[in-house]
């Protein structure tokens, strides 16, 4: 298989996308925001429809499009007591319905809906992988540098600010990154699945081991068997390959609940 380049590009694109996305799914769950995961890569929507009626690039602009509703979701709960939920709720409603009333106006674009929900890996290319892993990189400082603030913002953010951790900083940070991960990740694996691939590794990785640094190294383990595995399975038995991750990725979770910690 892998004297076809196309192949090559889009395992290394599935296995930086199912380990960058494994890196934020411990704080994603902690924090139980998986709902802004997923409201995100709706979000994305509008930008993608901006991008087409305006003729511009179209990952530059859902990535800028993204990463500003995630900071006004942020600024409006910690500075107009806007509840996050209730943010997410309107930004995410009003976002879909910008979308399709853009998207009704490009009479000449047919929308491909299948791949938006469920992206495809194989139309990765070497751009993508060098976002990928630039990507990646700026995924492993953040959790590096600011390891301390996280655990803190994670687990107990009234004790984040008992400590004067930089709270509003490190979670605008987290905010446009996490729109980051979400965006440049939709090609590969589209809205649905890259919710799941935030959410999956995370709740394997607490059935089975408790400090949040032994639940990121087993995050990791389960995004980069699921991808490897998945991909492998996708090419024998012809199947889509972001849901094929994604599916292996559950029986990794269900066979957790079998040895989970009591």
């Not at 639940?215 to 068997?225: E, M, N, P, R, T």
Request: glycine share 8%; proline share 1%.
């Amino acid at each position: 298989m892998f004297e076809y380049g196309f192949l090559v590009y889009a395992l290394i694109g599935a296995v930086l996308s199912a380990v960058s996305l494994a890196l934020f799914s411990p704080f994603v769950t902690l924090r139980k925001i998986s709902y802004m995961g997923e409201a995100l890569s709706h979000i994305g929507f509008a930008g993608i429809a901006i991008a087409l009626i305006l003729g511009i690039d179209l990952f530059a602009t859902t990535l800028a499009f993204v990463v500003l509703i995630a900071l006004a979701i942020g600024f409006l709960a910690q500075h107009k007591k806007l509840e996050e939920a209730n943010g997410i709720t309107i930004f995410l409603s009003v976002s879909m319905a910008l979308g399709v009333v853009l998207i009704s106006l490009k009479k000449s674009y047919t929308f491909d809906l299948s791949s938006y929900l469920f992206g495809n890996v194989l139309l990765i290319g070497k751009a993508e992988i060098i976002y990928l892993i630039l990507l990646l990189i700026a995924n492993l400082t953040f959790i590096l540098v600011f390891y301390k603030e996280l655990f803190y913002l994670s687990y107990n953010s009234e004790m984040a600010a008992f400590y004067r951790i930089r709270a509003n900083l490190i979670n605008r940070i987290f905010l446009a990154l996490l729109a980051a991960n979400i965006v440049l990740n939709l090609k590969s694996a589209g809205i649905i699945l890259v919710s799941a691939q935030l959410i999956l590794p995370a709740a394997t990785a607490f059935n089975l081991v408790r400090r949040l640094g032994s639940a990121i190294v087993v995050s990791l383990i389960v995004g980069l068997v699921a991808a490897l595995g998945g991909f492998a399975c996708s090419w024998y038995l012809n199947l889509p390959t972001g849901a094929t991750i994604v599916l292996l990725e559950f029986g990794l979770y269900l066979a957790s609940l079998g040895v989970k910690r009591r």
